[in-house]
């Protein structure tokens, strides 16, 4: 217990400290650009038109909404990092886990996998209601709107106008980007760690720490566009301007949203904060500031 209630409190300070980052990740995946790009060098010092980065867009949401307005959402967040973290750590205890040998072996790593990757959905299917209230607080910016104002009016706000579907919203796609980013990373982590390693080389373990965290790089960034189409969808046709055209069509199902950003080029929008590059084929009006 008192391992779970260290877990909480450490995974509540991080969510407050990367709040910001998430709430301006957020607002850019659903294609809310109210700054005009700026005239910058990319990577290999070529002069390029850039939309403006992750300091740029804060100092916009404080300008409109102060230092609070960079926390819009944390309510709901906070209770589904809780919440997970309880339902993650009871799924596993119920699972029950073997004893990781020096050397584990295939089977070992997929049996490991298979019950962490039970206890992740179940955490993730319990909180998804709060994940989509978090994202639904934070696209209100885009359109001032006060919809979603509190966890529990959000709830019925949810549940009066999309009944329980509404809260599962974006959770196929989300599942699956899960599913599919834990399988990458831990047995890619697995070859790498069994046949690319030497147990003989000096400071084996900090290598093979820093091979896991390579692959978890590596998977995260295979399977983003999962993450961006599921947050798309969870804010989608809810009654919100940013679920709504320009920013994002109204769309039956994920695999349409899949279908129309694969055809736009836009499959990795939002996935970096810095250098960020003007859409392929769009002109920006500075006079509207709004993609067109």
């Given at each position: ?30 294609g ?7 005239l ?41 990092g ?38 992740r ?5 319990v ?13 209100q ?22 009944g ?15 599913v ?85 080029g836009?499959?990795?929008?939002g996935?970096?904060?810095f ?9 920006y ?8």
């Amino acid at each position: 217990m008192a391992e779970v209630c260290g877990q909480v409190l450490l995974g509540s300070g991080l969510t407050v400290l990367s709040h910001p980052l998430m709430y301006i990740k957020v607002l850019i995946q659903v294609g809310h650009e109210p700054l005009p790009p700026t005239l910058g060098r990319n990577l290999f010092g070529r002069q390029v038109y850039q939309l403006p980065g992750l300091f740029a867009y804060a100092k916009h949401i404080i300008r409109i909404d102060g230092r609070a307005g960079l926390f819009k959402g944390l309510g709901p967040r906070l209770c589904a990092g809780t919440i997970g973290t309880v339902v993650h750590s009871k799924v596993v205890q119920i699972l029950g886990g073997q004893q990781k040998d020096k050397e584990s072996s295939l089977q070992q790593v997929v049996n490991e996998t298979t019950r962490e990757m039970i206890a992740r959905s179940c955490a993730t299917i319990v909180t998804h209601p709060f994940h989509v209230i978090t994202l639904r607080c934070m696209v209100q910016f885009i359109g001032r709107e006060t919809k979603y104002s509190g966890v529990f009016d959000s709830i019925i706000t949810v549940y009066r106008e999309e009944g329980i579907l509404g809260f599962f919203a974006g959770l196929i796609p989300r599942l699956l980007g899960d599913v599919l980013s834990l399988w990458i990373c831990d047995l890619l982590a697995h070859l790498i760690n069994t046949y690319a390693i030497d147990d003989s080389m000096s400071h084996t373990g900090e290598i093979k720490n820093c091979s896991s965290a390579m692959t978890g790089f590596f998977a995260s960034m295979l399977t983003y566009p999962f993450v961006l189409v599921s947050n798309i969808m969870a804010v989608n046709n809810c009654g919100l301007a940013g679920g709504l055209t320009p920013y994002a069509s109204v769309y039956p199902t994920w695999v349409d949203c899949w279908k129309h950003l694969s055809r736009e080029g836009n499959m990795s929008r939002g996935n970096s904060l810095f250098f960020r590059k003007l859409p392929a084929g769009k002109t920006y009006a500075v006079d509207q500031k709004r993609f067109f």
